[in-house]
């Protein structure tokens, strides 16, 4: 027989049911996000951009060969590339890079910013430099796993044109281009700890490749700067001697190409550029002004007399520029501009085909990408520009004259000012979404909300009777009529739209049957009307409204990410919530030692006082409400006789304090400072780290501790936050192997921070990576683990505490391990009052928590952008770079403060209520009631706003955290499921034993 306090099968369906929904709507309307690229297959030909439609006469007229219309102006190239190189480390006068600016300053070579779009990650951003075209949004998912590139590109091009190519640096590369090197070798970019031998290994090809004449391209791939920012910051003592390192390589290559020119030969030309920037944290992903701006320097015999140049440029304009300067096709799907003043030198008939050809090249991709090109003014500007070249190309016997230079000069901004208006139209047009499965997907993210709804309604609603076969005939029409209306008009983007005829109909059918079987609309209806049920059992007291208050705040979150502003800054909201419910539940508490320490007469009774009498027989006049004592009054009683009847007088009127009020009222005063406590910790906590976007840049204590004049603080501060967690930990701990691994593990931890020289100690130590030291840690967290795991369950969760704290404290950067403390001391603070004024409300308890935990997600330092997301982390304990465990490890670090929060929300549910069996359960379901809520409406504001101007920037990356917070509840849901399964089944199996045995 079922124990009447375990939850029903039904109800567990349910509960899986939703889990499922969720991981489908998840893995459905991430595949409507990837963006259908409408460009062009294949590698591009001069035939291509000499046709009819592009005025032939231009080039027939100027006896141009049509295999060859371009002439290369430069000979051999190198290009070297400084991963997260910020324009303003080689742009401002007072660069460390003193060679590189002595050049830009002479005019011996054309610097510009070249700005970068998001997402300012690697691979995305080498493939807009060698295609010219923007980034997809799988490009940013997948930028550690990178595949063969098959879109026309730069690279490709060289090869089909003889070119012999030598490439060393970031293995990316190797990935994305495999078979185009004459030689190579790669180095992982992944590896962050590493900064010294990542570029050895580039740098120690450079004498042989220097004096070797076989290769026409040579590119290097530099990463150590960007590893130093990810392991401490742009500020970095390490980064002036890095950029110094940098900087005499490039003098060294390019003394190298100016000593082997011959007369007659070609110039050779050197590129300096970086593929993305570095935010001020050190990090990069997001749109920052550090992050997405780069240098782009050439340098080149042939700018001897060049004037000095600070233009913007777009880094997409380096993948025209450099093949047309090399005579080479442009990339057909190449959204950049040729940079004019490498082709100053250039004759003026050659510098108008180029620009031509560039425009044409625009021109086709703008066809493609929009249904009515006579709308787009670009394009006639593109023809006004070609009939004006057709023209001017009649004078080419007159070279010299004024006419023909003004009509050169008049026909050139004609061509600049086209591609400008066709690069506008073709950046806002040129992608597409599949919109069936984004529609698809927000249907199973509003589903799994409704079914959460039904998990969380109250129980009298269980027998309620709903017209099943009405409710499945209306679901199958409207599910059929969208599939037929969107397949229709999409048919050629969605996969979906492709499955065969009676795979729809099988999947339009079973969503019906359970829409019927659930009938989601009508319970949910009825679910909101006893929305007031969830606050029992603090309903008609004093603490209703911070019930109402949990509520409403969850719902207003929700709807604050329709605002990109809100999703920057979502921080802000929730230390505004966060703040504000303790405030409540301050009062809350001073009212509750108001009316235990005042003696006071009737006349001058407490403004608290009174509005506990009013609201006690006026408001709720004519029903049965709940006092101090929990004593019920009686209908219709007025406000003197509810007053004499209750408890409330004694409050009001004591004779004398007995001994149970004052155990009482210390109770209260303790309940008060623990309530203080939270708000100053929190206070404090904000402080900590500046993140979010718009502030991010302002000085915090993060900021202040990692100076180099107060690292002994820092260090000091350091050794309280181990010395608290220890304390905390080992307090809680009854196992003797598992207190002594613990401390093992600490004693480790500190060891491994000492080695890497992140904190100072008084004799000298021998750095190194730290990798036995963190591996020393992991041991002992496993230790942990499997001698508290098979114990009972209270102690089972106290030691996942322990052993998340530790992991948090190996993987955050030293700096937050003491934002980590003060969070595990507030926690402690937090649970003793959110009990008590909720009143063993579960539902509420873990409503709260969960505001804990997204609050502690941003003291960490985190954010809404990719700039936050400390890849660092992924290589502690790690000899080389391995996906599965870098991702792992990412993971734990970036949500260390959500997890550790509900780690500590079961354990204080589990201590709290006595039903066991029904806890896991009904803890689960409340998890997903807000992130149910907030999947749903943020993929419909992500849907509405997929065009929007900082969809990549903002709404996206948003999107990314949001699937990664909805896993990692979803696997903590299953595991306690499982654990709890697990658990039954053994109790069950005890007590059948216990039977047989009697």
């Known amino acids: 027989m079922q124990d009447k306090m375990s939850p029903s099968a039904f109800q567990q369906q349910r509960l899986l049911l939703s889990i499922a929904l969720m991981t489908m709507g998840i893995c459905v309307y991430l595949g409507g996000v990837i963006v259908v690229k409408e460009g062009f297959a294949g590698l591009a030909t001069w035939d291509i951009y000499m046709d009819q439609s592009n005025a032939s006469q231009i080039f027939t007229s100027l006896g141009e060969r049509r295999d060859a219309p371009i002439k290369p102006i430069f000979g051999k190239m190198v290009i070297i590339l400084i991963d997260a190189l910020r324009a303003d480390m080689v742009l ?278 929009t249904t009515s090109l006579e709308t787009e003014q670009g394009y006639w500007d593109y023809l006004h520009a070609k009939q004006m070249h057709e023209a001017h190309a009649l004078l080419i016997h007159q070279k010299h004259s004024v006419e023909y230079i003004a009509s050169s000069r008049i026909v050139e901004g004609n061509y600049l000012n086209a591609m400008r208006k066709v690069t506008e139209s073709l950046t806002s047009n040129l992608s597409s979404y599949d919109t069936y499965s984004l529609i698809i997907g927000i249907m199973l993210f509003i589903f799994t909300f409704l079914t959460t709804c039904i998990l969380i309604k109250p129980p009298q609603l269980d027998h309620f009777y709903y017209p099943w076969v009405l409710v499945f005939g209306a679901f199958f029409f409207i599910l059929t009529a969208v599939h037929v209306i969107l397949c229709t008009s999409v048919a050629s983007v969605s996969k979906l739209c492709k499955t065969a005829a009676y795979s729809t109909f099988v999947v339009i059918s079973v969503i019906s049957i359970l829409a019927a079987f659930f009938t989601f609309f009508a319970r949910v209806i009825v679910f909101l009307t006893q929305l007031s049920s969830l606050c029992l059992p603090c309903r008609y007291s004093n603490r209703d409204f911070i019930c109402v208050f949990l509520l409403i705040g969850t719902a207003l979150h929700a709807i604050s990410l329709a605002s990109s502003s809100f999703v920057e800054e979502e921080h802000q909201t929730w230390y505004f919530f966060f703040t504000t419910l303790n405030f409540l539940i301050l009062a809350d508490v001073l009212i509750d030692l108001a009316g235990q320490m005042v003696k006071i007469t009737k006349p001058a009774a407490t403004f608290s006082s009174c509005l506990a009498i009013i609201a006690s027989s006026c408001l709720f006049r004519g029903q049965r409400y709940v006092l101090g004592d929990g004593k019920k009054n009686e209908k219709g009683s007025t406000c003197e006789q509810t007053l004499m009847r209750s408890n409330l007088k004694s409050n009001i009127y004591p004779s004398k304090l007995l001994a149970s009020d004052k155990a009482a009222v210390s109770e209260t005063v303790g309940r008060m400072l623990h309530a203080l406590g939270v708000l100053c910790l929190s206070r404090l906590l904000r402080g900590w780290n500046q993140t979010g976007i718009k502030w991010t840049h302002l000085p915090d204590i993060n900021d202040w501790l990692t100076t180099e004049e107060n690292h002994c603080f820092f260090t000091v501060t350091f050794m309280v936050a181990i010395i608290l967690l220890m304390a905390v930990n080992v307090r809680q701990n009854s196992n003797y192997f598992g207190r002594i691994a613990m401390l093992l593990g600490y004693v480790a931890l500190v060891w491994f921070r000492v080695v890497r020289l992140e904190i100072k100690v008084l004799w000298t130590v021998k750095p190194t990576d730290g990798v036995l030291e963190a591996r020393m840690a992991y041991c002992c967290i496993l230790v942990m683990f499997f001698t508290g795991i098979f114990r009972d369950n209270l102690h089972m969760r106290k030691v996942l505490i322990e052993c998340w704290t530790l992991l948090s404290a190996l993987l955050l950067r030293p700096s937050n391990v003491p934002v980590l403390a003060v969070i595990v001391l507030l926690e402690q603070l937090y649970q003793k009052n959110i009990a008590i004024v909720f009143e063993r409300n579960r539902a509420m308890i873990v409503l709260a928590y969960i505001w804990l935990a997204n609050t502690s997600f941003f003291w960490l330092g985190n954010s809404n952008s990719l700039v936050t997301v400390d890849i660092a982390a992924g290589y502690i304990g790690l000899a080389e770079h391995q996906v599965s465990f870098f991702a792992l490890l990412c993971s734990a670090a970036t949500y260390s403060g959500p997890v550790l929060c509900i780690l500590c929300l079961h354990q204080m549910l589990h201590s709290l209520v006595d039903e066991k069996i029904q806890l896991p359960f009904q803890s689960s379901q409340m998890l997903l009631f807000p992130r149910s809520l907030v999947l749903a409406f943020y993929s419909v504001t992500v849907f509405l706003q997929r065009y929007h101007l900082f969809i990549w920037s903002v709404f996206l990356p948003k999107l990314l955290y949001e699937v990664a917070h909805s896993t990692i509840l979803v696997i903590f849901i299953f595991c306690v499921q499982c654990k709890a399964i697990f658990s039954t089944l053994f109790i069950e199996k005890l007590q059948i034993n216990r039977k047989q045995s009697v």
């Open 92 to 369: 401002n006068a007072s660069s460390h890079m003193k060679y590189t600016q002595s050049l830009i300053q002479s005019g011996a070579a054309l610097a510009f910013t070249s700005v970068v779009k998001p997402p300012t990650v690697t691979m995305p951003r080498i493939k807009a430099m060698t295609t010219g075209s923007v980034p997809g949004f799988m490009d940013m998912v997948f930028n550690m796993n990178s595949a063969a590139l098959k879109e026309d590109n730069i690279i490709t091009q060289l090869k089909e044109a003889g070119k012999t190519i030598v490439f060393y640096g970031d293995d990316t590369w190797l990935r994305l281009f495999p078979d185009h090197f004459a030689r190579s070798e790669g180095t992982t970019s992944f590896f962050v700890t590493d900064y010294t031998d990542v570029d050895n290994n580039v740098t120690r090809h450079l004498h042989k490749e220097l004096n070797a004449s076989d290769w026409d391209v040579l590119i290097l791939h530099y990463l150590g700067l960007d590893h130093i920012g990810h392991l401490q910051g742009p500020k970095s003592t390490l980064m002036k001697p890095k950029l110094e390192e940098m900087d005499g390589i490039i003098a060294k290559v390019h003394q190298s190409l100016l000593g082997q020119e011959k007369d007659g030969d070609l110039p050779s030309i050197l590129v300096l550029c970086g593929d993305h920037g570095m935010s001020d944290a050190g990090s990069h992903g997001g749109a920052s002004w550090g992050e997405i701006s780069t240098p782009l320097v050439f340098m080149s015999s042939a700018f001897a007399a060049q004037a000095v140049t600070s233009a913007v440029v777009d880094q997409v304009d380096l993948v025209p520029t450099l093949a047309l300067s090399l005579g080479i096709p442009p990339p057909q799907n190449s959204l950049g501009r040729i940079t004019l003043p490498l082709f100053e030198k250039m004759d003026d008939s050659m510098k108008l085909k180029a620009l031509n050809i560039n425009t044409f090249q625009l021109i086709r991709l703008l066809r493609k990408s």
